[in-house]
């Protein structure tokens, strides 16, 4: 039989640990053709969270888990159970059961048919107000037209992974990093099954609106060159406007004697045009310095994440 592992990154999911749980063995029990096991990631809880998941294993020896020394994000939570998981295909699932888990056979049937991905794709989440729902479309609509790789709308960390995309995506090394994006550069035949995401039980969304900002600011580095050519190309615009504009008014002003151009005294059209070129080339700076802070963070080369034990 083929054995499937069910990643879960946890942060602070005490009461929803036990439920996620009694929920997926209802699903295995569905599936007798597989072999299952709940590989769970706590992501530094400052909660009983680490409790909850080695109660589960005394009982149950398909649990599995890795405690983090302190928290690390949901990305590298996910990076470090796909590291060190053991299943033929593995399966990310959110701790919340905001993921539909009754969807997993529909998974596996798509695999069975020779997908090597099998992508979440979420219709409607209860849960998320307007501001967020807004800054996805944007995030969307910007790396799509940014990036080298076409990323579907609303696809979830939700999804099936084969085994050889799991070897593949172990072979990447940056630290700042979006799970999901990697996995779409990856490639492979992949499968769409859309949901309709559950509202949370038991306590608040780890990612803040800060948090997104910053994962989706990562990927659109690592994803695309084009903010860092966006500077050099926009100081080259600004220089030959801020020229001709330049040019415009000193024939009005000093040949032609044009009304507009004469309003503007000598240290008004300096102090503008300083001001101007400052914004611009303090801009330039700022997106070479998101790059240059990607390279330092790959430089150092610090592990990605510390484990403080484990049961794998």
Not at 138 to 146: C, D, G, H, V
Not at 179 to 192: E, M
Not at 218 to 229: D, G, T, V, Y
Not at 258 to 277: G, K, P, V
Request: hydrophobic share 45%; net charge neutral; charged share 20%.
């Amino acid at each position: 039989m083929k054995s499937v592992s069910i990643i879960i990154p946890a942060y602070n999911e005490e009461k929803n640990i036990p439920l996620v749980h009694q929920e997926l063995q209802k699903i295995f029990a569905a599936c007798p053709n597989y072999t299952f096991d709940i590989f769970f990631v706590n992501d530094g809880s400052s909660d009983n969270t680490i409790g909850e998941i080695e109660r589960l294993t005394a009982i149950d020896p398909n649990v599995k888990y890795l405690d983090f020394s302190r928290n690390f994000g949901k990305e590298l939570a996910t990076t470090a159970a796909l590291n060190n998981c053991q299943g033929d295909a593995a399966i990310m699932v959110d701790a919340d059961l905001q993921h539909p888990v009754e969807l997993i056979p529909e998974f596996l049937k798509k695999w069975e048919e020779g997908f090597e991905v099998v992508v979440g794709v979420r219709n409607a989440n209860k849960s998320v107000g307007i501001l967020k729902k807004i800054g996805s479309k944007l995030f969307y609509e910007i790396i799509n037209r940014i990036a080298e790789v076409k990323v579907v709308p609303n696809t979830t960390d939700f999804r099936l992974l084969d085994r050889a995309v799991i070897s593949e995506f172990n072979r990447f090394t940056e630290t700042n990093r979006m799970t999901r994006a990697l996995i779409d550069w990856l490639g492979f035949r992949r499968a769409y099954i859309q949901f309709e995401a559950n509202e949370r039980i038991h306590g608040d969304a780890s990612y803040s609106f800060w948090k997104l900002f910053k994962l989706a600011l990562n990927s659109f580095i690592s994803l695309s060159l084009l903010p860092l050519k966006l500077a050099g190309n926009l100081g080259v615009v600004i220089t030959l406007l801020s020229g001709i504009a330049g040019f415009y008014i000193f024939l009005g002003k000093y040949f032609f004697h044009w009304h507009f151009a004469s309003t503007f005294s000598d240290s008004e059209n300096l102090a503008i045009l300083i001001l101007f070129m400052v914004g611009i080339v303090l801009t330039s700076i700022g997106l070479m310095a998101l790059y240059i802070a990607n390279i330092h963070s790959e430089v150092i080369d610090r592990p990605m994440y510390i484990i403080r034990k484990k049961k794998v």
